[in-house]
């Protein structure tokens, strides 16, 4: 029984045959032209084959960077409408996100939250302490189940960084069926 790599074995024994019988006829070929007659008369017939004609070899090379540059065009121009299509969807997916929240909405306040107690801490831990006091505020007067920082609400405290959050921050605090508030910036904010 033959495996692959008997197969494989043959196969390069034969490549190695074949390869000594071109370099024979190469030698063969290299001695016969060595003499000068053939030389004279090889360097004054310039014959080429018709694919090796100066000519036309500019020709088909613009033609193919063209045809390269029109695929690059076109490649572009899809990947460019694909992402376009996928911002509109997930356009539409955060207009339908609203769309639900909305119609699950139980309850919906807006509270401006005061964080002047945040300032009172060292420099370092100021806007880490701002978000517990936002935390804190919300749990004192909605009693949720779950409490859900938007990210909005979280970049906005950390917008000058943790030395400097916001004096005070206005938030729209929404309750669904389930319990869990979750808070949003207010738009105008």
């Known amino acids: 029984m033959e495996t692959n790599q008997d197969e ?15 370099t024979e006829e190469i030698k063969e070929e290299a001695q016969i032209v060595e003499e000068p007659e053939e030389i ?6 310039p014959e080429l ?5 100066p000519e036309e070899l500019p020709e ?9 540059e ?15 299509e996928t911002v509109e ?15 699950e909405i139980v309850e919906e306040r807006i509270y401006t939250i005061p964080l002047r107690r945040a300032w009172i801490s060292p420099r370092k831990k100021r ?3 701002a978000v517990r006091l936002v935390k804190a505020f919300i749990r004192r007067h909605m009693k949720p189940e779950a409490l859900v920082m938007s990210n909005e609400v979280n970049e906005r405290l950390w917008s000058r960084s943790i030395q400097k959050p916001p004096r005070k921050v206005r938030v729209r605090a ?12 207010v738009e105008g904010d």
């Open 70 to 84: 029109i695929t690059r065009e076109e490649a572009e121009t899809e990947e460019l409408l694909k992402a376009k």
């Open 49 to 53: 084959p018709e694919e090796a004609k």
């Open 60 to 68: 088909e090379e613009g033609v193919e960077e063209e045809t390269e």
């Open 174 to 185: 929404v309750r669904d069926k389930e319990g869990t508030v979750t808070l949003y910036l």
């Open 40 to 45: 004279e008369k090889a360097l004054e017939t």
């Open 127 to 129: 806007t880490p302490r």
């Open 8 to 22: 494989s074995v043959k196969a390069l024994k034969k490549s190695n045959k074949e390869a000594e019988e071109e």
């Open 89 to 103: 969807e997930e356009e539409r997916r955060e207009i339908e996100k609203r769309k639900g929240i909305e119609e």
